[in-house]
């Protein structure tokens, strides 16, 4: 048998989720530096980082217990998607939420680009954007085509169903199950896509 410090990643998590406990100390140590630093870089906090770097594996420990983890060979790619996924929910927590109104003389979406924009917001909307584009690319390609002529080239139900030939109700039904799917893959993989 090999030891447990030499097996990859895969195997040892394969052997976690078949009853081998102890293997689970050797996954942590393997990786608790590079997720532990990879959170503090982004909070600048000792003790939130190890609060977040806790929760992270908690979540693993979870996930691997509730047999829904599928091993791709990216243990710590899933690892560090958590921990990062973790930090924008603790930026997000710890915002003041600031109100404002719209009414007839004022429209708050025609300021909006003026609005001044925290660093955790800019690194929360990048990763979003990235999440999404990395979301879209997984979809099928009819549902990826509508997604796109509608919401980044603009096009009507209409205009879509002409340009792909096929029904208004058929765009309509690909688009609802390109959103359905994106949910459903960024629930697999951990991912938030709200600010």
Known sequence: MIATDERSDFE??????????????T???????????????YVKDKALAED???????????TLRSGTYHDEGKFIQWVMRIAHNLVIDDFRKNQKVHFVYS???????????????????????KQIYKDIHFLIKQ?????RKVLVMRHYADMSFKEIADKTGVSINTALGRM???LINI?????????????
Request: net charge negative; glycine share 2%.
């Open 27 to 41: 996954l942590l140590q393997r990786h608790k530096q590079k997720v532990f630093n990879y959170i503090l870089s």
């Open 103 to 125: 009414n007839d003389d004022y429209n708050v979406f025609d300021s909006i680009d003026n609005l001044d924009i925290s660093t955790e917001d800019k690194i929360i909307k």
């Open 139 to 143: 979809l099928p390609e009819e549902q």
């Open 183 to 195: 949910r459903r893959l960024a629930e697999e993989n951990s991912m938030s896509l709200s600010m």
């Open 12 to 25: 040892l998590v394969k052997a976690y989720q078949n009853g081998e406990k102890e293997v689970f100390q």
């Open 52 to 62: 977040i770097f806790q929760d992270t594996f908690i979540k693993v420990v979870n």
């Open 176 to 178: 609802r199950y390109a």
